[in-house]
């Protein structure tokens, strides 16, 4: 029985892997920018995550997040054509991450009341690199943080 198991799924597995692949090379890269950033005083936890898709598709950004010694352990990376994920990782200080949210796609931007303004100000530039895309983007959304009470 169990033999008869592995049989099929050796073929499954088999099918699936010799199923045609659809390549999407073809299509135009769709320009966009993202950022946000989470800072949780009450675990310590801070991190940050910035991209950018250029209208020849090239993918730029950076990810950081809060080590335990003070220091932030930073990943900034790009893609370019064939030249796959590249990146540079360092460790190293730097400012206060915030809360805060930006999409270029959906037009979406949100700050926490904690929000650094190194991080506004990439959120900022975000915002001035808007532009028309010409065609519908399907954009999935998050809520942004909630708002601090008074």
């Not at 073809?26 to 995550?49: L, N, R």
């Not at 893609?79 to 809360?99: K, L």
Request: hydrophobic share 30%.
């Amino acid at each position: 029985m169990a033999c008869k198991q592995l049989l099929i799924l050796s073929v499954l597995v088999a099918a699936i892997t010799a199923a045609p692949q659809f390549s999407i090379e073809d299509e135009t890269p769709v320009p966009h920018d993202f950022a946000y950033g989470v800072e949780v005083s009450d675990t310590g936890d801070a991190k940050e995550h910035k991209q950018t898709v250029s209208p020849s598709g090239r993918t730029e950004g950076e990810y950081r997040w809060l080590q335990p010694n003070g220091l932030y352990t930073v990943v900034r990376y790009y893609v370019d054509g064939d030249s796959g994920f590249q990146a540079e990782v360092s460790e190293e200080p730097g400012p206060a991450v915030g809360n805060y949210y930006t999409n270029s796609l959906s037009q979406e931007s949100s700050s926490g009341a904690a929000s650094a303004s190194s991080s506004q100000s990439f959120a900022r530039s975000f915002d001035s690199q808007q532009s028309s895309l010409g065609r519908n983007v399907n954009v999935i959304s998050a809520p942004g943080p909630p708002s601090a009470p008074p």
